[in-house]
């Protein structure tokens, strides 16, 4: 199996940081996209932000210019480092990695359970 674990959630005031981080481990042979997604109360998970195998970045508009996605292959490990929070920001926040867990095999999403992240004063 695959797991992903998310760290660096917590506590921010509005304008702070936060730098989130997600590790997957188990049975991978590959890893295409990797993914973060965030989920408010009484809404809808939503994307944040995306990064292929390849390095293409893709972001929601809320995420633009203040969000930078990025992964470190090697450690089958993705970022995500969060500027200028505001406090609509406030959400859990998900990491979604699509795993060939064998070669030949098809691609399969997995989900972290997620980290909280809220902003406030």
């Known amino acids: 199996q695959v797991q992903l674990v998310e760290s660096g959630g917590g506590l921010v005031q509005p304008g702070g940081s936060l730098r989130l981080s997600c590790a997957a481990s188990g049975s991978i042979f590959s890893i295409n996209t990797m993914a973060w997604y965030r989920q408010s109360p009484g809404k809808q998970r939503e994307l944040v932000a995306s990064i292929t195998s390849g390095g293409s970045t893709n972001y929601a508009d809320s995420a633009k210019v203040r969000f930078t996605i990025s992964r470190d292959s090697a450690k089958n490990t993705v970022y995500l480092q969060m500027d200028g929070l505001k406090s609509e920001d406030t959400a859990v926040y998900y990491c979604?990695?699509?795993?060939?867990?064998?070669?030949?095999?098809?691609?399969?999403?997995?989900w972290g359970r997620g980290t909280q992240v809220t902003v406030s004063s």
């Open positions: 979604n990695a699509a795993v060939r867990v064998r070669q030949n095999w098809s691609v399969t999403g997995f």
